[in-house]
């Protein structure tokens, strides 16, 4: 059904600039783009859920510091933040994990989509801190939030916050799911939590510290 649904719309505009009832202005390449975006984030969110389920996801580890893909993730972004009215302020230190950057990537990627999906107008603050254990990253925003009645099933695949308000916009249900599942295979952990300092959401990231990494 998932992928049914934007197949089908994609289809019916294709059938309807070919049968002449659509104008294939700019506006309708774009939506086209848009669903074919969709599509493919659809597509490659499936196939790590499965890989991960299938205990097949391979990591490619490396010691590293996640701070140039987090700004590079944003960048991607910029235009759509900015458009919206969100504004980031970044607080990261230097310390190396050990991850597969192009897994975190795609936690990153997830996040701010899931930011640009459902955050109200402000600010959003990103901020590293590690302990003797720990590396932790953070994820703030000024609101709305999530109901409490949301969170059992926050990370649970396919769950949407708002069903017809994400099915507009392009949203799988995915995203947390896929976050949740790739930070699981790194042996980290994500949590929600309000926000204390902006009043909205807080998602926390937690994998083990540089003086506990093995490769």
């Keep these: 059904h998932e992928l049914r649904t934007p197949v089908t719309i994609l289809q019916g505009r294709l059938q309807g600039i070919v049968d002449g009832v659509f104008i294939a202005d700019q ?3 774009q939506s086209l783009l848009n669903q074919v975006e969709g599509l493919s984030y659809l597509v490659e969110d499936l196939r790590t859920l499965t890989l991960i389920e299938n205990k097949q996801l391979r990591l490619e580890l490396e010691k590293t510091n996640l701070k140039d893909s987090i700004e590079k993730c944003l960048q991607m972004f910029h235009e759509r933040f900015q458009f919206k009215g969100l504004t980031t302020v970044l607080n990261l230190t230097d310390e190396l994990v050990c991850v597969d950057v192009r897994r975190m990537e795609q936690v990153f990627i997830a996040l701010f989509s899931n930011f640009l999906r459902y955050s109200n107008a402000g600010q ?4 590293t801190v590690t302990t003797t254990e720990h590396w932790v990253l953070t994820f703030e925003d000024e609101g709305p939030g999530i109901n409490e009645s949301h969170l059992e099933h926050l990370f649970k695949p396919f769950y949407r916050l708002e069903d017809s308000r994400s099915r507009l916009d392009g949203g799988t249900g995915l995203g947390l799911a896929v976050i949740d599942a790739i930070i ?3 042996q980290g952990h994500i949590y ?3 926000s204390k300092s902006l009043g909205g959401s807080c998602f926390t990231i937690q994998l083990k510290a540089q003086a506990n990494l093995s490769i």
């Design 27 to 29: 506006a309708l390449h």
């Design 192 to 194: 929600y939590s309000k």
């Design 124 to 127: 959003i603050n990103i901020t």
């Design 184 to 186: 699981e295979a790194h």
